[in-house]
C-alpha cells in the first residue's frame, strides 16, 4: 500500500495532474525514456505532456515494474484502485506523517496542484510555462494557482 500512497504524491503533485487526468492514465502514457506522461483529454478536451522529475520518475517506475505488473488487471488505467480510493489514500498519507502541522492542514488532490505551481514559480519558473505543465488556457487561471495578487 505504501507504494501506492507514494505514487499519488509524486504524480498529483509531481506532474501538477488535476484528479480525473491521474485517474484515467493509462500505462501506454508513461514513457520512460523521455521520462514524461502524457496527459489525454484534459479539462477542456486538451492533451498535454508533462515531464516527471527523478522523484517522480524512481516511484512511478517502482511502481510498474515492481507493483503493479504483479497484478492480474482487466484495465490498462495505471491505478489499480478506485477513483474514491485515490482521496483516502492522500488522507492515510497526511495522517501518517509525524508533522503535526502537516497533519493538521487542509490537503486534498486539487491543492497538491496549486503547491507545485506555487514552488515552480518561486523556484523561476516563469508563469508561461508553469501554465503549459498545468494545462491551463489563460496566464490569468494561472495566476490564481500561484497565489499571485
Known amino acids: 500500500m505504501l507504494i501506492l500512497?507514494?505514487?499519488i504524491f509524486a504524480l498529483y503533485y509531481g506532474c501538477g495532474l488535476r484528479q480525473s487526468e491521474g485517474y484515467n492514465?493509462?500505462?501506454?502514457?508513461?514513457d520512460f525514456d523521455k521520462k514524461t506522461v502524457f496527459v489525454r483529454q484534459g479539462k477542456n478536451y486538451?492533451?498535454?505532456i508533462v515531464p516527471m522529475s527523478a522523484g517522480v520518475y524512481d516511484t512511478l517506475r517502482d511502481y510498474?515494474?515492481?507493483?503493479?505488473?504483479?497484478?492480474k488487471l482487466n484495465h490498462n488505467?495505471?491505478?489499480?484502485?478506485a477513483k474514491n480510493t485515490i482521496k483516502g489514500k492522500l488522507k492515510y498519507l497526511q495522517n501518517a506523517c509525524n508533522d503535526e502541522n502537516i497533519?493538521?492542514?487542509r490537503l486534498s488532490l486539487h491543492i497538491l496542484?496549486?503547491?507545485i505551481a506555487t514552488h515552480l514559480l518561486q523556484n523561476g519558473m516563469n508563469i508561461e510555462n508553469i501554465?503549459?505543465?498545468l494545462g491551463h488556457c489563460s496566464l490569468d487561471t494561472t495566476q490564481i494557482y500561484t497565489h499571485l495578487i
Do not use: G
Not at 64 to 71: M, P, Q
Open 25 to 30: 492514465l493509462q500505462i501506454q502514457d508513461v
Open 64 to 71: 510498474v515494474y515492481n507493483y503493479r505488473h504483479r497484478l
Open 131 to 133: 501554465s503549459l505543465f
Open 46 to 48: 486538451k492533451d498535454r
Open 5 to 7: 500512497v507514494a505514487l
Open 77 to 81: 488505467r495505471l491505478f489499480t484502485c
Open 103 to 105: 497533519r493538521n492542514k
Open 113 to 115: 496542484r496549486h503547491s
